[in-house]
């Protein structure tokens, strides 16, 4: 009796602990927790900042990002990915959510889920920096994003980086002075 107990926790919580991050997430990033056990946060407004805002959204771990609106979201400073959230950007109304400005920090965003989503860092970014960058992190997947328009690479992954999926994704054209669609370079390979 015990060791068959034994063995059925055993089992259940592999089969926890293995949980695809959605149905179809592939590569080493498949297995991203994203805000699973965390609360859900709608983002009820196109606002840079503030409440109800993506901003506001991912800055504090372990949640569930939805959408109540759809559109462009103009940033002025980069948006910073907090550890353990799930961006559904599926979740948006019309055509969905774009974002516009000076790109995304997802370092050290462990755990994270991004989907669905536009990123455009555009002419108004700072110069030298990427549309999205990950420096140090592990067990991140990206999913039908598509992002564009880096002043550096468009899509950067460096540091102590590991398990990481991009998948259905479009990285496009960088703009000048750099102008380079993606870096991956990994201390650890």
């Not at 015990?2 to 926790?9: D, E, G, K």
């Not at 089992?11 to 498949?30: D, K, T």
Request: proline residues 2%.
């Amino acid at each position: 009796m015990r060791i068959s107990l034994l063995l059925a926790l055993t089992a259940s919580s592999v089969a926890q602990a293995a949980q695809l991050a959605f149905p179809g997430a592939e590569g080493f990033g498949r297995y991203a927790v994203g805000g699973r056990q965390g609360e859900v946060y709608k983002v009820t407004n196109l606002n840079d900042s503030g409440t109800g805002s993506l901003r506001d959204a991912v800055s504090k771990p372990n949640r569930i990002v939805v959408f109540d609106v759809g559109g462009v979201i103009k940033i002025s400073e980069r948006i910073v990915v907090s550890k353990n959230i799930y961006i559904a950007g599926q979740t948006a109304p019309g055509g969905g959510i774009v974002v516009y400005g000076n790109g995304w920090s997802l370092s050290n965003a462990n755990d994270s889920i991004v989907r669905y989503i536009t990123i455009r860092m555009g002419k108004g970014g700072t110069s030298g920096k990427d549309a999205i960058g990950i420096a140090d992190g592990k067990n991140i997947i990206f999913d039908h994003v598509s992002v564009s328009w880096g002043r550096d690479e468009t899509f950067s992954i460096n540091g102590d980086v590991t398990n990481v999926t991009i998948q259905n994704t479009i990285i496009a054209q960088g703009l000048v002075s750099h102008s380079c669609g993606g870096l991956m370079q990994t201390d650890g390979g």
